[in-house]
């Protein structure tokens, strides 16, 4: 008896801040669920009824492809011909059901009900820029919105998931401000053309990590320039809050919509938990993974994290000495939000960087550290996933969002992305995904109950099995299968998509 009660205690008191119990709980009334794609990720029809290219079909389709199983996205899961059945994945994952369908299209939404995907900006714009606008890509979009309200689906739609319109990266990619232009006008063009339907957009998808990563930079094996690295930041910025005031200007008034957008959100905590040194260097790479970006839109100014890494990096002759924000440059961006999106895979251990030699030609890995100022490590006993960075630690999921609110003044929080990493291989019956997403939601649950964190929406990352940029197929995010060796690309549901029905419907885990 009594060993029983002293380990029930050591389970419940872990030192190292692993979940604590399962918490019985629900959502607040009017939480969203719903699931999410990239355009890239599914559509294919990479040449199809006059679609441009863009920099994924180029560097994809270079030899050898950097994706590790030599594939692309050129035909993906095929859902740009395949929509009206993503639809149907997502209304039986979403528990809507229609009264008298199909006599009336009055639909009956339980706890349900969104859906967060992309816009292929060559496909609308096949050169990036408004010179002309491809009625072919207009008309699918129409198609998907329309179908999705139909369907008693609320589409939330990223304007811009990385698949930049290969000319427009011909200039120089986001290191270029004149991109600031012609992301607003393709941004005009579809507030204007889906925004009588369209009630939540996000500027961009992960701007930290274009950045970060260097995405926009590598795609054709050129040398990454830190300065590009930071101009793009600049760039990026500009362009969302330029957005967001022709949004609130010109089409808010009418269509009453939110405009945000989302970042990377990884958890960091100090190595060694007795050595305020590694705690430092946590705080350090949250205040620059989240705080670049987040920090000009919600107060107007780059951190002081920012603007002492700025500083250490041109010290080091690594950047150019950089520039405050000008007096109308804050004003421009202070305040540019409706809602921050939070994408969160995992966690990881900080130790701080002492080196100061000039490195050589930098790596992607190397310009991330470079910018966080730290060592990254896992502890050995976090479960594995199978992107080989990302661990299963759930409680960092509750710890980020907390940190958000305690630094960023408890904004409104959409959680756009949270997803497990499996293999083809593990089948339909994928039980890692939803022990992932019943322990992830919970963590998620004593956020929003206990702790008071704003969240409104948890979008899962992904509806369907689909192409992941650096690892092709090998990898999914998915909770319904995608037959890649069918041409027909036949949709299954697996186990976890009717776990997530079961948590949608009863808006979290009722006692
Ligand atoms: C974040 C990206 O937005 C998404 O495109 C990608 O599939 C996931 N990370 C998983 O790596």
Known sequence: MWTFI???LVILTRADGEEDSFLYDVFPPGFQWGLGSGSYQVEGGWRDDGKGLNIFDNVFHQIPSPAVDGTNGDIACDSYHKYAEDVSLLKY??????????RSSRYHVFEAGVYRFSLSWSRILPTGRIDYINPAGIEYYNNLINFLIANGIEPIVTIHHWDLPLPLDGIGGWANDELIHHFTNFAHLVFHTFGDRVKKWVTFNEPNIICMLGFVFKVDGRPIGLNEVIKCFRTLILSHARVYHLYDHVFRPWQGGKVGTNLAAYWFEGKDPNNPEDAKAAENALQIMWGLIASPLVFGYFNRETRQMMERLAKRGLI???????????????GTWDFLGVNHYSTYLTELRKSTSKPGNLTLDQIFLLLLDVNLSVKPEWVSTSTPDFKVVPSGFRRILNWIKWRYGNPELCVLENGYSGRPEQGLEDYNRVAFHRAYINEMLKAVKLDGVNVSVYTVWSLLDQFEMELGYTVNFGVVAVNFTDLDRTRTPKLSATCLKQIFKDNGFPR
């Open 6 to 8: 002293l380990v029930t």
């Open 93 to 102: 994952i979403g528990n809507i059901v229609f009264d008298n369908w199909p």
């Open 320 to 334: 150019s000495p950089q520039k405050e924000f000008t007096l109308a440059e804050s004003a421009e961006i202070i």
